[in-house]
């Protein structure tokens, strides 16, 4: 699906934002410190994050998901973004189902939701 998100035919804009991104490096930099990825690779994906994710600045600081209360970074983002759609394999996201009438799916129906031509 990675490589999906990022190809010219897809009509889908990914949004994430500083929170999110400083999450993502954190990751990141344990996938390098840990050897499940190399520089070249992480590397490649910050330029990806960079390029092609669009930043947004959340506006609302929420406490929905009181189980892991970081997961609430996604839903500030979805709203600031005017998302219509969070895609999420993050279990306490999915229980919701929809938050404030944007629908949360896992990745598999995203696929099925909009298959390839």
Known sequence: MFREIFSP???YIVFISPDIKDEIEEKLQIWVNEKLA???TVTNLRIIIDEYIHQVIPKETLQVIKDDPDDDKILECALAAGANL?????KHLLRLRQFRNIPIVHPSSFSFMFPQK
Do not use: E
């Not at 969070?86 to 993050?90: G, K, N, R």
């Open 38 to 40: 190399d520089h070249r």
């Open 86 to 90: 969070i895609v999420s394999m993050d």
């Open 9 to 11: 035919d897809f009509n």
